[in-house]
């Protein structure tokens, strides 16, 4: 069945480093646009970052952007997010997304991972 | 950046009821708006897309309508699964902007 995984989440303290993975499952991974979204405690729902099909283009939120670098890998399908000098307000839930055209150029997010928490503490 | 806006933020409901939640996007999205909803502890799932269209699976009690800066969910017949947190996103253009939140919750 179509599944995303995710890793890579824990505990890591201010200004150090994390890299999340995705591993995607049940569908041709390189057909799709991903993305990673994530989720504060108690908070709603940020988009993070996305990445093209075939990797040649990058979106990032301003929150993120300079710090967080999006790549994947489709011969492994597998979707990354290098985070770099991370920050307490990055605490959160952190969600990979497939991007899906569903329709007469509408796009959503169809495909939602587990999540993986990443916790930015001293 | 879209600036989405969703009201309420939370409602007390019962089962049976129809509820009605509101986006607002801070300019015009034509139709690009997206329905999710999202129970505790578990991941978002995408139930309407193109502001009106319903993602296969999804039940017909759940519809969505609006265009421009304005948009509608609706919930007909409330049922015990759908107590939930329900977000608006529009897919206009980067950042995908989320709206903050409608908690449904049982009265």
């Known amino acids: 069945q179509v599944q995303l995984v995710e890793s890579g989440g824990g505990v890591v303290q201010p200004g150090r480093s994390l890299r999340l993975s995705c591993a995607a499952s049940?569908?041709?991974?390189?057909?799709?646009?991903m993305h990673w979204v994530r989720q504060a405690p108690g908070k709603g729902l940020e988009w993070v970052a996305g990445?093209?099909?075939?990797?040649?283009?990058?979106d990032y939120a301003d929150s993120v952007k300079g710090r967080f670098t999006i790549s994947r890998e489709n011969s492994k399908n597998t979707l990354s997010l290098q985070m770099n000098t991370l920050r307490a307000e990055d605490t959160a839930v952190y969600y990979c997304?497939?991007?899906?055209?569903?329709?007469?150029?509408?796009?959503?997010?169809?495909?939602w991972g587990q999540g993986t928490t990443v916790t930015v503490s001293s | 950046d879209v600036q989405m806006t969703q009201s309420p933020s939370s409602l007390s409901a019962s089962v049976g009821d129809r509820v009605t939640i509101t986006c607002r996007a801070g300019?015009?999205?034509?139709?690009?708006l997206n329905w999710y909803q999202q129970k505790p502890g578990k991941a978002p799932k995408l139930l309407i897309y193109a502001a009106s269209s319903l993602q296969r699976g999804v039940p017909s009690r759940f519809s969505g309508s609006g265009s421009g800066t304005d948009f509608t969910l609706t919930i007909n017949s409330l049922q015990p699964e759908d107590f939930a947190t329900y977000y608006c996103?529009?897919?206009?253009?980067?950042?995908?902007?989320f709206g903050q939140g409608t908690k449904v919750e049982i009265k």
């Open positions: 990445i093209w099909d075939d990797g040649s283009n990058e």
């Open positions: 997304v497939r991007f899906r055209e569903l329709g007469g150029g509408h796009y959503g997010m169809d495909v």
């Open positions: 996103q529009h897919s206009y253009s980067t950042p995908w902007t």
């Open positions: 049940g569908f041709t991974f390189s057909y799709y646009g």
């Open positions: 300019q015009s999205i034509s139709n690009y």
